[in-house]
T-cell receptor
């Protein structure tokens, strides 16, 4: 069974630029999560989708971050414009349903200069 | 609001010695509890979880954790560690109908 795929693996941008991350969850997983993991901290949930609907986006900085999950399969997370404090690893995870085991992708390491 | 505290940022342990990684949570209602592990240069993966039932939960790689409601704790234990257990361990808590919250992590160093 293929795991959660993410791209790119690394991205370096300057502040005020835009960036987008892509995630393809495990086939058949209805729930998809985007996390931000800042160095030295645990993952922080940014947004959770159930199929293509948003379940929780209370911690998503909506003035600069956006995410979509078209057709309830893969998803994109965008940052526009980026700030220095957005430097982090962005993790995508998927699960069959909420509170089922989450399977994580390898993450995208973003550096904002 | 719920929160989770991992009391130790780093834990050094000699190989073949026992280890306990501590996790406390704040909640007045029923919770779901998880331990995830992140091996060097790998993604997070689930070690074990408590949803209901027996308070002693067994996971992969010989780890287990005990849910203690009165002490609001969910400490992770292993009777004998191996060098391959070197990793960062994250405790997480969730309520029904609420998002999962991760702790800051505990880095386990296995000493030869």
């Amino acid at each position: 069974e293929a795991g959660v795929a993410q791209s790119p693996r690394y991205k370096i941008i300057e502040k005020r630029q835009s960036v987008a991350f892509w995630c393809n969850p495990i086939s058949g997983h209805a729930t998809l999560y985007w996390y931000q993991q800042i160095l030295g901290q645990g993952p922080k949930l940014l947004i959770q989708f159930q199929n293509n609907g948003v379940v929780d986006d209370s911690q998503l900085p909506k003035d600069r971050f956006s995410a979509e999950r078209l057709k309830g399969v893969d998803s994109t997370l965008k940052i526009q414009p980026a700030k220095l404090e957005d430097s982090a690893v962005y993790l995508c995870a998927s699960s069959v349903g909420q509170f089922d085991t989450q399977y994580f992708g390898p993450g995208t390491r973003l550096t904002v200069l | 609001a719920q929160s989770v505290t991992q009391l130790d940022s780093q834990v050094p342990v000699f190989e073949e010695a026992p280890v306990e990684l501590r996790c406390n949570y704040s909640s007045s209602v029923s919770v779901y509890l998880f331990w995830y592990v992140q091996y060097p240069n790998q993604g997070l993966q689930l070690l074990l979880k408590y949803l209901s039932g027996s308070t002693l939960v067994k996971g992969i790689n010989g780890f287990e954790a005990e849910f203690n409601k009165s002490q609001t704790s969910f400490h992770l234990r292993k009777p004998s560690v191996h060098i391959s257990d070197t990793a960062e361990y994250f405790c997480a808590v969730a309520h029904r109908d609420d998002k999962i919250i991760f702790g800051k992590g505990t880095r386990l160093h296995i000493l030869p």
